[in-house]
T-cell receptor, first 114, second 113 residues
Framework: AQRVTQPEKLLSVFKGAPVELKCNYS??????LFWYVQYSRQRLQLLLR??SRESIKGFTADLNKGETSFHLKKPFAQEEDSAMYYC????????????????FGTGTRLTIIP | KAGVTQTPRYLIKTRGQQVTLSCSPI?????VSWYQQTPGQGLQFLFE???????NKGNFPGRFSGRQFSNSRSEMNVSTLELGDSALYLC????????????FGEGSRLTVL
């Protein structure tokens, strides 16, 4: 079965310090991986996709197939980064095309200390 | 564009009853997925619909069912409710299939007494 592991339930970081949220996945070919974020009293929303290779709100995530990891990083934490972060991977499903099933990790609650 | 809308937002049921939750996706989105969120199990996939067809189903008992209408609106039903069904049920829609880019609703919080 596909698994996504986020080893830290809680993470506290001082404002201005670097942030790293860990995510590991069970090996299976070429995964499509995502980070979703839920800010206080807001909906769960997509933060970034590994396939886009983009930086959103200063966050980046690199897929490391050798270590089966997809850690989320930001060099300087800001107070508005406090939120719940979920790592997720796409699939599997019975269809090769258009499968929208996401398998989520259990999430990491990030708190930025002023 | 209006976001994903879920109704009702909160509901309380007793064991043995059934419940129907509704989801209106973002206009133009044809894929609708449902997830159950609990403190113990986190976010778990229930099922996904596209053009009125269930394309994928999670590992839940047959008491959990769903459907999608021609206007892409979706409903999920849970019959013979159990205490363990208490959860936040999230609906998500997608406009670009196969991308994993989901837009979530605020959820329907079900409490089973």
């Amino acid at each position: 079965a596909q698994r996504v592991t986020q080893p830290e339930k809680l993470l506290s970081v001082f404002k201005g310090a670097p942030v790293e949220l860990k995510c590991n996945y069970s090996y299976s070919g070429s995964p499509e991986l995502f980070w979703y974020v839920q800010y206080s009293r807001q909906r769960l929303q997509l933060l970034l996709r590994h396939i886009s290779r983009e930086s959103i709100k200063g966050f980046t995530a690199d897929l490391n197939k050798g270590e089966t990891s997809f850690h989320l990083k930001k060099p300087f934490a800001q107070e508005e980064d406090s939120a719940m972060y979920y790592c997720a991977r796409l699939g599997p499903g019975p269809h090769n095309f258009g499968n929208e099933k996401l398998t989520f990790g259990t999430g990491t609650r990030l708190t930025i200390i002023p | 564009k209006a976001g994903v809308t879920q109704t009702p937002r909160y509901l309380i049921k007793t064991r043995g009853q059934q419940v129907t939750l509704s989801c209106s996706p973002i206009s133009g989105h044809r894929s609708v997925s449902w997830y159950q969120q609990t403190p113990g199990q986190g976010l778990q996939f229930l099922f996904e619909y596209f053009s009125e067809t269930q394309r994928n189903k999670g590992n839940f008992p047959g008491r959990f069912s769903g459907r999608q209408f021609s206007n892409s609106r979706s409903e999920m039903n849970v019959s013979t409710l159990e205490l363990g069904d208490s959860a936040l049920y999230l609906c998500a829609s997608s406009g670009r299939v196969g991308t994993g880019e989901l837009f979530f609703g605020e959820g329907s919080r079900l409490t089973v007494l």
